[in-house]
């Protein structure tokens, strides 16, 4: 049993918990996710890792309530109990590996879109306390819906909030942001972006053109997280592969995202029937 320290509500629908899983904090990397269970019946729920503290053996989970489960679980309070929290998942991000020289001689732009800065967050952290400041750009609809800014500001290197209505730092999508930032003179090396597949399917097309290397997530089309339902089956390179057991990141530009987002609104539909199924 895995015990909620915190519950808050960051924006509508979104939400952050601390939860105790020492073993979980040990061995984590950015990068990686978890996969939670309400109850012994309840629905495998993969997330990503927002936030691990090793010495206290907390994880920081973020999440949106989209379907039926995460609705359950939007309901949870500090004192609450998971009955599962397997993890870490996944494969950590690549810089997790690479050379620390050459990690510093790189200029880094992450792009998160809505609930994506969850998992950027980790990644940028773990830079900065290896000495690498990176650039990240943070986009959502509205002033409102942007999450862990406090948080973000003190680990980015250059912090740049978008919104899509106008109402707080750049007004407009991430991919206009980009556009200035490189007009600007800022040559990157790579992009790293996570959000919603379509935000990761138009930052793709632009840095193709702009000829920036892109890593993306995709998370978003998880199920199980297991590597047994086939629900994240994604077509990379022509290839397929599964975002649980091969991803969660790839590279952007050999993702085949319309293939992606059409698997994703299936699913849509079979929680929709879920969420009609908690209501009644
Ligand atoms: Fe089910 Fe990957 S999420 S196979």
């Not at 939400?15 to 309400?38: N, S, T, W």
Request: charge should be negative; charged fraction near 30%; include cysteine.
């Amino acid at each position: 049993m895995y015990k909620i320290l915190k519950a808050e509500k960051l924006a509508d629908k979104i939400y952050l918990m601390d939860v105790e899983a020492p073993r979980v904090a040990k061995h984590c990397e950015p990068g990686q996710f978890v996969i939670v269970k309400m109850d012994e019946k309840g629905e495998r729920i993969p997330l990503t890792i927002c936030d691990y503290d090793r010495e206290a053996g907390t994880i920081t989970i973020v999440f949106q309530e989209i379907g039926a489960s995460t609705m359950k679980m939007s309901k949870m309070i500090a004192g609450d109990y998971f009955r599962d929290f397997i993890g870490p998942l996944g494969r950590p991000s690549d810089f997790v590996e690479e050379d620390l020289e050459t990690l510093k001689n790189k200029k880094m732009l992450f792009v998160a879109g809505g609930v994506g800065a969850a998992p950027v967050y980790p990644q940028v952290k773990w830079l900065k306390e290896h000495g690498v400041e990176v650039d990240v750009i943070v986009g959502s609809k509205t002033k409102d819906m942007l999450i862990l800014e406090k948080k973000m500001n003190e680990v980015a290197g250059n912090y740049y909030p978008c919104t899509d209505d106008g109402t707080y730092g750049h007004a407009g999508m991430v991919t206009t942001k980009i556009e200035k930032l490189v007009e600007e003179g800022n040559k990157y090396d790579v992009c790293i972006a996570i959000g919603p597949m379509i935000m990761m399917k138009f930052t793709c097309l632009l840095t193709k053109k702009l000829e920036i290397p892109t890593i993306v997530s995709m998370n978003p089309i998880m199920v199980d997280g297991t590597g047994m339902c086939g629900a994240c089956r994604v077509i990379v390179g022509g290839e397929v592969k599964f975002a649980c057991v091969d991803g969660p990141e790839f590279d952007g530009h050999l993702v085949d995202f319309d293939n992606a987002m059409k698997r994703q609104q299936m699913y849509r539909t079979e929680e929709g029937r879920a969420i009609l199924k908690v209501q009644e």
